[in-house]
């Protein structure tokens, strides 16, 4: 896919889990929206996968470590054709398939996340089986920035580098708010890159909201033979709809009607835009 | 002492012989090669073996990863610290995932005795039942081990295995002539009417012991050992509850939520008769080695047998 055309994708992305959370009155906004960029990219352009057989042997992984990201996972998943997208507008209703987390009762996901600080030790398991088996899939983990305050992050950040495991790509969503206001106030991750490098990783710093440098940068991945890699994907926490960005509150706020009307029209303003481009 | 032996040998042996023949078979440990016994499987099969260091957190992740990728692992590790500082990762990455992950906790119950309440592992039945898709399995026996590693080695699943440290008396020796282990069944040890007595893990060998010295006494009791936690083999307790019309459970756990509590569950539910239950105290222990602590809180054999008697007596005049 070209920028622009994942750029539309990533709108479009935008505008289906808004809606999802509008409909069900329940969500994780602010970090969905800072991190629509770097999941469409993945799904749309970077990994190797199979949407008509999920578990196709040659796949690359992906586990949402943030899993309270899930709205923008999900519709990036059924639009890619994982499963059918009317199965979208039954989120968190009574009885469905789609709860507020990844569940890997549905097709294309791997694992049950929720609980922060998991998703980098299950993918450092990943990795070392697939080393095991001198297989050349690779394993994406998407990381919330809040979420790195929990030790079992580290914990597997040390063994990823002790197995060399260049395999492994993890990003970090760094929107730099969490549910109770600024990382640095809550519990502060700088000096965040150093720290990382001190830990035995590559990292690699972009503009996570730019879709150019985030396609640039996971498709250099792995960064360096030996060692696992790391992007610090610095984005916009409700990125695309201006009333939310930078605001912690809509870490799980959900639209009024009006708002979302509004925004929903911003979206189509942005992607009449991208056509004139 | 020649017929002592240690289940966590019985373990890691048997283990080497599968996976010796089955390459997806991946042992993961925490700085516990010498705990779990694994240093012969560490040289025989080093490409099978997966140090995490003191990491119980990321060892139960990675081996949830390790089974998305199509691998058998089986984490080796300390029983106090894989059901406490990782139990999130064994209910969410393991349990709630489905994935095929096999989690030895050695060294379980009061192993550590002279280490202190940090080391005991007297919380893991009450704590690890409430984790739907989790199989709780405690050996009473290096053979019972072997039959148990054997059993859930091809089988896909959560599974949880709680053994001790020590050397320890066989209970499945020829001259029982029972067949160690039935994933899901009671173990019928010993027949009776008077009651039955119900046991699992390293407590079986000393409910057996007391079983003999009740009989002294003319109190025959029925013994069972019920090896699998979870699932529950409900119709054994519901049958001995109908046929002896008293149980007593004796466990290697806090006297709350464990094998007690399962039984008298079971037996308020299906056929009310009278149960009392044999456990550690809700308190932090004193300072003793196993045998030394069974006796103390009246779990050997002796100590089985003086609650029993006391029990009937209670029963009968009820």
């Known amino acids: ?277 | 002492m020649s017929d002592y032996r240690a289940c966590r040998e019985a373990y890691t042996t048997t283990l080497l012989t599968l996976a010796q023949e089955d390459p997806s078979i991946i042992v993961i440990s925490s700085d516990a090669r010498g705990s779990c016994s694994l240093n012969t499987f560490v040289e025989t099969l080093p490409d099978q073996f997966v140090e995490i260091g003191i990491a119980e957190q990321n060892e139960i992740g990675v081996a949830a990863g390790l089974s998305v990728v199509g691998k058998n692992p089986f984490v080796c590790a300390p029983a106090c610290f894989l059901t406490a500082r990782s139990l999130e990762q064994l209910k969410v990455d393991v349990a709630y995932s489905h994935q095929n992950v096999k989690v030895l906790g050695v060294s379980g119950g009061v192993s550590y005795g002279v280490l202190g309440s940090s080391h005991h592992t007297l919380h893991d039945i009450a704590t690890l039942r409430c984790i739907p898709d989790l199989t709780i399995i405690l050996p009473s026996d290096a053979a019972q081990t072997e039959a148990v590693v054997r059993t859930i080695a091809h089988q896909k699943g959560a599974f949880f295995i709680r053994i001790g440290r020590e050397k320890i008396p066989q209970v499945y020796t020829e001259e029982l002539g029972v067949k160690p282990f039935t994933l899901g069944k009671a173990n019928t040890l010993r027949e009776g009417d008077s009651l039955t007595l119900v046991s699992c893990g390293e407590l079986v060998y000393h409910t057996l012991e007391a079983a003999k010295l009740l009989s002294n006494e003319g109190i025959e009791a029925r013994v069972l050992d019920m090896a699998t936690l979870k699932p529950f083999d409900e119709e054994a307790i519901i049958k001995a509850a109908k046929e002896t019309g008293a149980l007593v459970t004796i466990e290697e756990h806090s006297i709350n939520g464990g094998l007690g509590a399962t039984v008298s569950q079971i037996v308020c539910t299906n056929h009310p008769v009278p149960v009392k239950t044999l456990a550690f105290p809700d308190e932090y222990l004193v300072t003793g080695n196993s045998l030394e602590l069974f006796a103390h809180y009246g779990l050997d054999a002796k100590g089985i047998a003086a609650s029993v008697t006391t029990f009937i007596s209670q029963v009968s005049t009820l």
């Open chain 1, 1 to 277: 896919m070209t920028i622009q055309a994942l750029k539309q994708q990533a709108l479009e992305v935008r505008k289906t889990l808004l809606s999802m959370i509008y409909q069900a009155k329940t969500g994780h906004t602010g970090g969905a929206l800072s991190s629509t960029d770097l999941i469409t990219a993945l799904y749309f352009e970077v990994m190797h996968i199979d949407p008509s057989n999920p578990k196709w042997e040659g796949r690359d992984y992906f586990i949402l470590s943030k899993g309270h990201s899930v709205e923008g996972y999900l519709s990036a998943l059924a639009k890619r054709g994982f499963f059918d997208e009317s199965l979208l507008s039954t989120f968190c209703q009574y009885k469905s398939p789609l709860i507020g987390h990844p569940n890997n009762k549905i097709p294309g996901i791997e694992m049950n996340t929720g609980a922060l600080g998991h998703g980098l030790s299950i993918s450092v398991g990943m990795a070392i089986g697939l080393k095991k088996d001198k297989k050349p899939n690779r394993v994406f983990t998407l990381m919330g920035d809040g979420e790195l305050a929990e030790g079992s992050v580290w914990e597997a950040a040390m063994a990823a580098s002790h197995y060399k495991l260049d395999n492994l790509i993890a990003i970090v969503d760094r929107n730099h708010l969490q549910i109770s206001g600024s990382t640095e106030d809550v519990m502060g991750l700088e000096p965040l890159r150093e720290r990382w490098e001190s830990f035995g990783w590559q990292v690699e710093e972009i503009d996570g909201n730019s879709m150019l440098e985030v396609v640039n940068a996971l498709k250099a991945a792995p960064f360096k033979e030996h060692k696992p890699s790391l992007i610090i994907a610095n984005t916009t926490k409700g990125k695309g709809v201006k009333e939310m960005e930078d605001i912690p509150s809509w870490h799980h706020g959900v639209p009024n009607q009006h708002l979302y009307e509004q925004a929903m029209l911003d979206f189509e303003s942005m992607e009449k835009e991208l056509q004139n481009v």
